[in-house]
């Protein structure tokens, strides 16, 4: 079955830190256009990054400097680790495939993970 | 940077009704890559349409996507019980590479 698990959210302090995983089983993580998404609580979706197929990277200007994209094609696994949190950067994160293949869409997604800064 | 803007904000339509959503962007768009998909509350978001018009594997016929350059249009020709959502549009082009409009909230009158 193909499938994306994300895991790591939490609650963490103004200025912390936080890795998101994101595993996946039944296709190739680094065969794809991987990304992550969020979604503030209420609100609409933002993209955050997405790491394509040759290893090139690249950020929503919000989260550039911030947060980085990588992957672990060993575990199949792609990763958001986020610094210098803000309260606004509180959401719930998905990770999301584009394709296959590239379409500019995202037809799988995992179920999502939340992440809280707060103090 | 593309803006997409969708309306209405809400529309409230009745089981059986035929539902139109809007998708405008602030310049010409792709149609091999403009995407709608359906989110439900504490769901995923889920892939209805890909390039502009090509419904993604399972979704039925019932959903239909049209349009070119700034203007596109999501179709659901008769609604049912489980088509009240929020629905988004969004697109794939030069940074930030992918954009999502606001939402359409479909409910039930």
């Known amino acids: 079955e193909v499938q994306l698990v994300e895991s790591g959210g939490g609650l963490v302090q103004p200025g912390g830190s936080l890795r998101l995983s994101c595993a996946a089983s039944?296709?190739?993580?680094?065969?794809?256009?991987m990304s992550w998404v969020r979604q503030a609580p209420g609100k609409g979706l933002e993209w955050v990054s997405v790491?394509?197929?040759?290893?090139?990277?690249y950020y929503a200007d919000s989260v550039k400097g911030r947060f980085t994209i990588s992957r672990d094609n060993s575990k199949n696994t792609l990763y958001l680790q986020m610094n210098s949190l803000r309260a606004e950067d509180t959401a719930v994160y998905y990770c999301?495939?584009?394709?296959?293949?590239?379409?500019?869409?995202?037809?799988?997604w995992g179920q999502g993970t939340m992440v809280t800064v707060s103090s | 940077e593309i803006v997409l803007t969708q309306s209405p904000g809400t529309l409230s339509l009745s089981p059986g009704e035929r539902a139109t959503l809007s998708c405008r962007a602030s310049?010409?768009?792709?149609?091999?890559?403009l995407a709608w998909y359906q989110q439900k509350p504490g769901q995923a978001p889920r892939l209805l349409i890909y390039?502009?018009?090509s419904r993604a594997t399972g979704i039925p016929d019932r959903f239909s996507g049209s349009g070119s350059g700034t203007d596109f249009t999501l179709t659901i020709s008769r609604l049912e019980p489980e088509d009240f959502a929020v629905y988004y549009c969004q697109q794939y082009g030069s940074s930030p590479f992918y954009t999502f409009g606001q939402g359409t909230k479909l409910e039930i009158k």
């Open positions: 790491i394509y197929s040759g290893g090139s990277t």
């Open positions: 310049q010409s768009v792709s149609s091999s890559y």
């Open positions: 999301a495939r584009d394709g296959p293949p590239t379409i500019g869409a995202f037809d799988i």
């Open positions: 039944g296709f190739t993580v680094s065969s794809n256009y």
């Open positions: 390039g502009a018009s």
